[in-house]
């Protein structure tokens, strides 16, 4: 199968996109390369990570990624089997979705160019803003030689479409109409269309766990975690940065407010839109809980 891509022109003209689904493999195992870059990409939901590891195109040093719709983790390895397996053990946080193993062609493609291209990915993601970012354990900073920074450009211009050739747009910035027609993609925003929840679309959902109440509701792009929800006042130490800082945003304008003692939950004061359920219930929670973490809940029109 081979995808034209035409929607960026300044590097996409004369790049095509080859994706192959190896023989006797689940469907969402596959392999996307093009001729013109010598980056190997391999993809597959994360329950069949065994299948995605076992080919050959995926052993040795490779960068990679563990994603789901809203959050984005990079890591690095010399030897991508091993690792990936031990991820599949241990998930790096909860909700992975799809795994993608970056490998190249190139013979000087080592342990320096994959902690390079690891840090790039993160901060290109970053970036972009379609997802929250969980930074890894972190490496030694490895100086960046001349060759490798032209190297390095390269690489993340082809992986720009490389990458939607796996379903992943992480590093596709998000668009000035998109922001207007949509909810926040990171972050947080008091301008709530209230209006929308009047509708008969509104999907409503409740977490109640260990003395912490919250309501969110969903409708089209929008997700809104709704004034008097209450949240976990101490997050657990693996709790990603950019949650903590998001919280730290709303106690800053008194949208977050705490207790009387340092175990009693935050309240909300407002109405807030976020990224999604899950960005949603990791900040209520305190942890890297998924979108089943919510309760749906049928409350009829309005609140």
């Given at each position: 199968?081979?995808?034209?891509?035409?929607?960026?022109?300044?590097?996409?003209?004369?790049?095509?996109?080859?994706?192959?689904?190896?023989?006797?493999?689940?469907?969402?195992?596959?392999?996307?390369?093009?001729?013109?870059?010598?980056?190997?990409?391999?993809?597959?939901?994360?329950?069949?990570?065994?299948?995605?590891?076992?080919?050959?195109?995926?052993?040795?040093?490779?960068?990679?990624?563990?994603?789901?719709?809203?959050?984005?983790?990079?890591?690095?390895?010399?030897?991508?089997?091993?690792?990936?397996?031990?991820?599949?053990?241990?998930?790096?946080?909860?909700?992975?979705?799809?795994v993608i193993?970056?490998?190249?062609?190139?013979?000087?493609?080592?342990?320096?160019?994959?902690?390079?291209?690891?840090?790039?990915?993160?901060?290109?993601?970053?970036?972009?803003?379609?997802?929250?970012?969980?930074?890894?354990?972190?490496?030694?900073?490895?100086?960046?030689?001349?060759?490798?920074?032209?190297?390095?450009?390269?690489?993340?211009?082809?992986?720009?479409?490389?990458?939607?050739?796996?379903?992943?747009?992480?590093?596709?910035?998000?668009?000035?109409?998109?922001?207007?027609?949509?909810?926040?993609?990171?972050?947080?925003?008091?301008?709530?269309?209230?209006?929308?929840?009047d509708g008969?679309?509104?999907?409503?959902?409740?977490?109640?766990?260990?003395?912490?109440?919250?309501e969110c509701?969903?409708?089209?792009?929008?997700?809104?975690?709704?004034?008097?929800?209450?949240?976990?006042?101490?997050?657990?130490?693996?709790?990603?940065?950019?949650?903590?800082?998001?919280?730290?945003?709303?106690?800053?304008?008194?949208?977050?407010?705490?207790?009387?003692?340092?175990?009693?939950?935050?309240?909300?004061?407002?109405?807030?839109?976020?990224?999604?359920?899950?960005?949603?219930?990791?900040?209520?929670?305190?942890?890297?809980?998924?979108?089943?973490?919510?309760?749906?809940?049928?409350?009829?029109?309005?609140?």
């Amino acid at each position: 199968m081979i995808i034209p891509t035409s929607s960026h022109p300044a590097i996409s003209e004369g790049f095509c996109s080859n994706i192959r689904h190896p023989a006797g493999l689940p469907f969402d195992v596959r392999i996307v390369t093009s001729p013109v870059t010598p980056l190997v990409l391999g993809t597959c939901l994360v329950d069949n990570v065994r299948s995605l590891v076992g080919l050959s195109e995926m052993h040795g040093p490779a960068a990679y990624l563990h994603v789901d719709p809203d959050t984005a983790r990079a890591g690095e390895t010399v030897f991508a089997p091993r690792r990936l397996l031990a991820h599949d053990g241990a998930p790096p946080f909860e909700g992975v979705e799809q795994v993608i193993i970056i490998r190249s062609q190139d013979p000087y493609f080592g342990k320096d160019e994959v902690m390079l291209l690891q840090s790039a990915l993160a901060a290109g993601i970053a970036a972009a803003g379609r997802c929250t970012v969980i930074q890894g354990t972190g490496h030694p900073s490895v100086p960046v030689q001349p060759g490798q920074r032209a190297l390095l450009r390269r690489w993340m211009a082809d992986l720009r479409l490389l990458l939607i050739g796996c379903g992943f747009h992480g590093l596709e910035p998000v668009s000035a109409a998109e922001l207007c027609r949509s909810g926040p993609t990171t972050g947080f925003s008091v301008a709530v269309p209230h209006e929308l929840l009047d509708g008969s679309n509104v999907q409503r959902y409740r977490i109640e766990r260990d003395g912490i109440r919250a309501e969110c509701s969903r409708v089209g792009p929008w997700t809104i975690l709704h004034r008097g929800s209450t949240l976990r006042p101490n997050p657990i130490e693996s709790y990603q940065v950019g949650l903590a800082e998001k919280r730290k945003a709303l106690t800053a304008e008194g949208i977050l407010v705490s207790g009387r003692t340092e175990r009693d939950p935050f309240t909300l004061t407002a109405d807030i839109a976020v990224p999604s359920l899950t960005n949603a219930s990791r900040l209520v929670l305190g942890n890297n809980s998924g979108p089943d973490a919510w309760q749906e809940v049928d409350a009829g029109p309005g609140r």
